[in-house]
């Protein structure tokens, strides 16, 4: 699946919940002006069950036309207070319908299960997909954080493509990309588990969009300007003044330069990042810089 330069960038609205109505129009407004038009949400977000849902719905009142103009994607399936998965077809369609109300729209354009549930029925999650598909509540079904067996299972019931795959993903936490670079290289395992080897090969193979989430996020934190990545960040500084970007362009770049069209996913409030990540989308790094990049970043490229 190819994505224009606009949709390469995604706002995740999972920090919103105690935003002003202004500052969640000004959010959106940025981005908008920006050409970012996919807004990301999940029934999860926010201390209560759809309170990032409920904000945006609240904050942002869209014409039927300007409803058109953009893509509203939620998640479902997290039972936070459990903590638990629920991919049940009655768990499906209740929590879909609450969100509709949320987020005061007729309809979600892409539906996503949150997270593998290790008790799911294919069936069930089937026959919710179908009739939400029926009903014009879904248009687009996918999953997040799934490997490609568990994709798999998933699509010996159900009818639907499933057009996206979100998973975590960012030069330094670059696993699903870089294992596959140590494949055949003695006493160097891979950074994930075999099962989820090939998640980016599989997604492209099968027209499947990546999306990545917690684009900036290393397991110390955010990565930009942190300490603990001086290489990196120097790097990062060298090639943001070479294309006239920000380091936090040049960290979108790097995952928008992957011949999948991978979507970076922001979880940011700030209009202001949001233009650095979509001045970024428009930069192609060449080879040489990508791979720098992933070594600066610690990863080992025999």
């Known amino acids: 699946m190819s994505t224009a330069v606009s949709n390469r960038i995604i706002v995740g609205l999972m920090r919103i919940a105690e935003a002003s109505d202004e500052q969640i129009r000004h959010l959106v407004d940025s981005a908008r002006t920006a050409g970012v038009t996919w807004f990301d949400h999940a029934d999860i977000y926010g201390p209560t069950r759809h309170e990032c849902e409920r904000r945006f719905g609240q904050a942002v009142r869209l014409s039927s036309a300007e409803r058109e103009q953009i893509t509203l994607q939620t998640k479902v399936g997290i039972i936070k207070d459990?903590?638990?998965?629920?991919?049940?077809?009655?768990?499906?369609?209740?929590s879909v319908d609450?969100?509709?109300?949320?987020?005061?729209?007729?309809?979600?354009?892409?539906?996503?299960?949150?997270?593998?549930?290790?008790l799911v029925e294919p069936e069930e999650a089937a026959r919710a997909f179908d009739a939400l598909s029926a009903a014009g509540k879904v248009r687009q079904f996918g999953v997040s954080n799934h490997t490609p067996a568990q994709i798999e299972l998933l699509r010996t019931a159900v009818d639907q493509p499933l057009t996206v795959n979100q998973i975590q993903l960012s030069v330094v936490h670059a696993a699903p990309v870089a294992e596959g670079i140590l494949a055949n290289t003695l006493g160097r395992a891979p950074a994930v588990t075999p099962d989820g080897a090939g998640v980016v090969e599989y997604c492209r193979?099968?027209?499947?969009?990546?999306?990545?989430?917690?684009?900036?996020?290393?397991?110390?934190?955010?990565?930009?300007?942190?300490?603990?990545?001086?290489?990196?960040?120097?790097?990062?500084?060298?090639?943001?003044?070479?294309?006239?970007?920000?380091?936090?362009?040049?960290?979108?770049?790097?995952?928008?330069?992957?011949p999948a069209d991978i979507q970076v996913v922001l979880g940011t409030t700030r209009g202001e990042r949001v233009h650095e990540a979509a001045a970024g989308a428009q930069v192609k790094l060449s080879r040489a810089e990508w791979f720098e990049l992933l070594r600066a970043a610690g990863h080992q490229v025999p």
């Open 82 to 94: 459990g903590p638990y998965y629920d991919s049940s077809y009655e768990h499906i369609i209740a």
């Open 205 to 258: 193979r099968e027209g499947i969009q990546l999306q990545a989430w917690s684009p900036f996020q290393s397991p110390s934190g955010v990565f930009l300007g942190s300490a603990d990545y001086p290489e990196l960040n120097a790097v990062l500084e060298r090639l943001a003044q070479k294309y006239a970007v920000t380091p936090t362009g040049i960290a979108a770049a790097w995952i928008t330069r992957h």
């Open 98 to 118: 609450e969100s509709l109300r949320a987020l005061n729209t007729d309809y979600i354009d892409v539906l996503l299960l949150h997270r593998p549930d290790p």
